[in-house]
């Protein structure tokens, strides 16, 4: 962003042969819930880039954290004349200030796309009131999984398995993953196998220095199968899904590992192999027995009924509801099967004995 910001200030070509575009509209969305929200983004914004997703660049994802540089960074973007749309999320959830450093930042740059401004709810749509609203109505959205087919694709159709695993406590979720993880690998000659904790001390960098730590290492000619796992932990309601949900997006949409805050950056290769495996907790309810927690999601009066699909966490993290296949989302129930293997029969030798 910084050479394009000084080459923008050095150039004359680009400001003599573009038009300024002054097409800003708000997006009222607070009817529709979290999920729909994300579908309509998903919706329009194919729409406005000829049915491909855009650049992370062209999306700027509002949140109470959003920064005056993340926002002069954006509009750098959306006056370069390198994206043909530019979509900003969440308006509501930005800081007053930080909306009127975006609504002064609108105002005065010379924009050469248009520009969407995303609201769940009426928060600060004042601010913006002076820019024409969205007709809703006509916006004939798709479920979910219809937008799959602009996803990232590797060049092999069984070569991306994106995985999700719900379960009960100690019903064998991370079991279940960790078998899978070794079926799959089996008849590759490199395996690499990377497992994340996703929890309020969560960095996209540090799964980025892992990833190119390990592919480092690799000879040229040797393409690896690479899985990635992320144990999502309940407490990462306390600090939000806004990070984990970007990553996400960035990885299963466009193929690239990307941390906005500090730009570093990793693409995943369309001739390599990989596994995405994103396990959701069970949701216990808090009293003052710790030692005997209830369930909230499953809950025993729906241990038959319940899916994967179901989880609430998902609400939060609705590129999984467009990438992950029907069948791809695994309800671990109670009792999966452990294996007995030497080192069982090693602890259970040890109990034994005592």
């Given at each position: 962003?910084?050479?394009?910001?000084g080459?923008l200030?050095?150039?004359t070509?680009?400001?003599?042969?573009?038009?300024?575009?002054?097409?800003?509209t708000?997006?009222?969305l607070?009817s529709?819930?979290?999920i729909?929200q994300?579908t309509?983004?998903?919706?329009d914004m194919?729409?406005m880039n000829?049915?491909v997703?855009a650049?992370?660049a062209?999306?700027?994802?509002?949140s109470?954290?959003?920064?005056?540089n993340e926002?002069?960074?954006?509009l750098?973007?959306m006056?370069?004349?390198l994206c043909s749309?530019?979509h900003v999320i969440s308006?509501?959830?930005?800081?007053?200030?930080?909306?009127?450093d975006?609504?002064?930042?609108?105002q005065g740059?010379?924009?050469?796309?248009p520009v969407?401004l995303?609201?769940?709810?009426?928060?600060?749509?004042?601010?913006?009131?002076h820019?024409?609203t969205?007709d809703l109505g006509?916006v004939?959205?798709?479920k979910?999984?219809?937008?799959s087919?602009?996803l990232?694709h590797?060049?092999?159709a069984?070569?991306?398995?994106?995985?999700?695993?719900?379960?009960?406590?100690?019903a064998g979720?991370?079991r279940?993953?960790s078998e899978?993880?070794?079926q799959?690998?089996t008849?590759?000659?490199v395996?690499?196998i990377?497992s994340?904790?996703?929890?309020?001390?969560f960095n996209v960098?540090t799964?980025i220095?892992?990833f190119?730590?390990e592919?480092?290492?690799?000879e040229?000619?040797?393409l690896?199968h690479i899985?990635?796992?992320?144990?999502?932990?309940?407490e990462?309601v306390q600090?939000g899904?806004?990070m984990f949900a970007?990553?996400?997006?960035h990885?299963?949409?466009?193929?690239i590992l990307?941390d906005?805050?500090s730009g570093?950056?990793?693409?995943l290769?369309?001739?390599?192999?990989?596994d995405?495996?994103?396990?959701?907790?069970?949701?216990?309810q808090?009293?003052?027995?710790e030692?005997?927690?209830?369930t909230?999601?499953?809950g025993?009066?729906n241990?038959?009924?319940w899916?994967?699909?179901?989880?609430?966490?998902?609400?939060?993290l609705?590129?999984?509801?467009?990438?992950?296949?029907?069948d791809?989302?695994?309800s671990v129930?109670?009792?999966f099967?452990?294996?007995?293997?030497a080192?069982?029969?090693?602890v259970?030798t040890?109990y034994?004995?005592?």
């Amino acid at each position: 962003l910084n050479q394009l910001e000084g080459y923008l200030q050095n150039s004359t070509r680009l400001e003599d042969c573009q038009d300024v575009v002054t097409n800003i509209t708000i997006h009222n969305l607070q009817s529709y819930n979290a999920i729909k929200q994300y579908t309509y983004f998903l919706h329009d914004m194919l729409s406005m880039n000829n049915g491909v997703h855009a650049l992370p660049a062209a999306v700027l994802w509002g949140s109470s954290d959003t920064s005056l540089n993340e926002i002069k960074d954006f509009l750098i973007v959306m006056s370069s004349g390198l994206c043909s749309a530019g979509h900003v999320i969440s308006v509501d959830q930005m800081t007053p200030r930080s909306r009127e450093d975006l609504l002064h930042g609108l105002q005065g740059s010379k924009l050469r796309c248009p520009v969407a401004l995303l609201f769940g709810a009426q928060d600060g749509i004042d601010t913006f009131g002076h820019f024409p609203t969205e007709d809703l109505g006509a916006v004939q959205l798709k479920k979910p999984r219809d937008y799959s087919q602009p996803l990232w694709h590797p060049e092999s159709a069984d070569a991306n398995n994106i995985w999700v695993v719900c379960g009960r406590p100690g019903a064998g979720k991370s079991r279940w993953v960790s078998e899978h993880v070794k079926q799959v690998s089996t008849d590759s000659e490199v395996a690499i196998i990377l497992s994340f904790a996703v929890h309020e001390g969560f960095n996209v960098a540090t799964v980025i220095e892992r990833f190119t730590a390990e592919c480092s290492t690799l000879e040229n000619k040797i393409l690896p199968h690479i899985s990635l796992i992320f144990d999502v932990y309940s407490e990462i309601v306390q600090c939000g899904f806004a990070m984990f949900a970007q990553f996400l997006h960035h990885l299963l949409s466009l193929g690239i590992l990307l941390d906005e805050e500090s730009g570093k950056a990793a693409s995943l290769s369309t001739k390599i192999k990989f596994d995405v495996y994103v396990e959701l907790p069970a949701i216990l309810q808090e009293h003052d027995d710790e030692s005997r927690p209830s369930t909230i999601w499953p809950g025993k009066d729906n241990e038959e009924r319940w899916v994967a699909q179901e989880h609430p966490f998902l609400q939060h993290l609705p590129v999984l509801l467009v990438a992950v296949q029907f069948d791809h989302f695994i309800s671990v129930r109670e009792g999966f099967p452990f294996i007995v293997d030497a080192k069982a029969q090693l602890v259970a030798t040890y109990y034994c004995l005592q």
